[in-house]
T-cell receptor
Framework: AQSVTQLDSQVPVFEEAPVELRCNYS??????LFWYVQYPNQGLQLLLK??????LVKGINGFEAEFNKSQTSFHLRKPSVHISDTAEYFC???????????FGKGTRLHILP | NAGVTQTPKFQVLKTGQSMTLQCAQD?????MYWYRQDPGMGLRLIYY???????DKGEVPNGYNVSRLNKREFSLRLESAAPSQTSVYFC?????????????FGPGTRLLVL
């Protein structure tokens, strides 16, 4: 069975500093990987996704993630965060042939002034 | 386009009461989903509908029923609410039933069961 682990429940970071949010997955087959963001009191929206091809995926708002098959990871990075990045970030996994995706428990990103 | 809409936004119920959460999408999507979000638990799938006329159980279906009324609408019913069903409920839709598709989420319904 597939699973996804977000290693940090909360990450504090100073404004304009870089950030990495960690995500590891467990799957014995090919995977699709996603990062979704949830701003306060809103629904989720897609940041980026990996389906195949280049392992470096660029998303909206300056975020990017790298698929690392050997380490079964899909960490999310941003070189310089802004106060507007305050949100909860969810990593998710699925596989070809599945009709649903599995979400991680989320990482709250706190931006410190 | 409104995207995915959910009603109501907030609801307070007493234990044993029933209610239906409504969801509609105007993107002509085939697949629709109901999730619940609890602190520290992430999103858990309750039920989904891969296409009009079909529904399937997700990870946490107990205590819930769903109806795919037509291609646009997918409702979630709590027949006899329990405090354990206090949560934030999200509806989502995607173009097809394949898991590679982006899911589009509604703004959520915050439910408190006393």
């Amino acid at each position: 069975a597939q699973s996804v682990t977000q290693l940090d429940s909360q990450v504090p970071v100073f404004e304009e500093a870089p950030v990495e949010l960690r995500c590891n997955y467990s799957s014995s087959v090919s995977v699709y990987l996603f990062w979704y963001v949830q701003y306060p009191n809103q629904g989720l929206q897609l940041l980026l996704k990996y389906l195949s091809g280049s392992t470096l995926v660029k998303g909206i708002n300056g975020f990017e993630a790298e698929f690392n098959k050997s380490q079964t990871s899909f960490h999310l990075r941003k070189p310089s965060v802004h106060i507007s990045d305050t949100a909860e970030y969810f990593c998710a996994v699925s596989s070809p042939g599945d009709d649903k995706i599995i979400f991680g428990k989320g990482t709250r990103l706190h931006i410190l002034p | 386009n409104a995207g995915v809409t959910q009603t109501p936004k907030f609801q307070v119920l007493k234990t044993g009461q029933s209610m239906t959460l409504q969801c509609a999408q105007d993107m002509n999507h085939n697949s629709m989903y109901w999730y619940r979000q609890d602190p520290g638990m992430g999103l858990r799938l309750i039920y989904y509908s891969a296409s009009e006329g079909t529904t399937d159980k997700g990870e946490v279906p107990n205590g819930y029923n769903v109806s795919r009324l037509n291609k646009r609408e997918f409702s979630l019913r709590l027949e006899s609410a329990a405090p354990s069903q206090t949560s934030v409920y999200f509806c989502a839709s995607s173009e097809s039933g394949t898991s590679r598709e982006t899911q589009y989420f509604g703004p959520g319904t915050r439910l408190l069961v006393l």
